[in-house]
């Protein structure tokens, strides 16, 4: 079967570093994604990771390992308007379907 | 974003009652999806389309229909609202060859 886990809620502190953890189950594989989505609003696209490594993007960065089955979003130097929820999800077949996390509640904290 | 609009924003109904929610997006993107999310279970797909009449159910689509007969255009009708409708419906889209999803502002959607 096909599942995704990553954890429900992280606080941290403005100005530090968090990394959100995302594992997956597949049997088939294409890529994974990170979205970001504010209380209220409509999620929004972060990274897309197929191959193995870190992809660095301003402030945030992601990971992906696919031999483990694991990936992280790294953001570094926390700010308050980066609360919010982080998603992840992955790519599976040739269907265009993404099989989607519940999602992370990050809170930001002074 | 890929220019996706979606209408209305919020709406309130009574069971029983059809209801027709509507995605539009100006980009020509081949893949379309509707989702619902709602606390605990996260994005759920409901339908989506690969193009022009073409479309497929999702996880939970019970309850639910599409039409694409335009590629800009991807309705969604509940045939008769209930109660367990209520959420908030994203619209989604993904030009062709890639796999990146698009998100629409969201509609709100209660059910009474």
């Known amino acids: 079967g096909q599942n995704i886990d990553q954890p429900t809620e992280m606080t941290a502190t403005e100005g530090a570093i968090v990394q959100i953890n995302c594992t997956y189950q597949?049997?088939?594989?294409?890529?994974l994604f990170w979205y970001q989505q504010h209380a209220g609003e409509a999620p929004t696209f972060l990274s897309y990771?197929?191959l193995d490594g870190l992809e660095e993007k301003g402030r945030f960065s992601s990971f992906l390992s696919r031999s483990k089955g694991y990936s992280y979003l790294l953001l570094k130097e926390l700010q308050m308007k980066d609360s919010a929820s982080y998603l992840c999800?992955?790519?599976?077949?040739?269907?265009?379907?993404?099989?989607w996390g519940l999602g992370t509640s990050l809170a930001v904290n002074p | 974003d890929a220019g996706i609009t979606q209408s209305p924003r919020h709406k309130v109904t009574e069971t029983g009652t059809p209801v027709t929610l509507r995605c539009h997006q100006t980009?020509?993107?081949?893949?379309m999806y509707w989702y619902r999310q709602d606390p605990g279970h996260g994005l759920r797909l409901i339908h989506y389309?690969?193009?022009?009449?073409?479309?497929d159910k999702g996880e939970v689509s019970d309850g639910y229909s599409v039409s694409r007969s335009k590629t800009e255009d991807f309705l969604l009708t509940l045939e008769s609202a209930t109660s367990s409708q209520t959420s908030v419906y994203f619209c989604?889209?993904?030009?062709?060859?890639?796999?990146?999803?698009?998100f629409g502002p969201g509609t709100r959607l209660l059910v009474l």
């Open positions: 989604a889209a993904a030009e062709r060859g890639g796999e990146t999803q698009y």
């Open positions: 980009e020509n993107h081949r893949y």
């Open positions: 389309s690969y193009g022009v009449k073409d479309t």
């Open positions: 597949t049997s088939g594989f294409n890529g």
């Open positions: 990771n197929v």
């Open positions: 999800a992955f790519h599976a077949g040739n269907n265009r379907k993404l099989i």
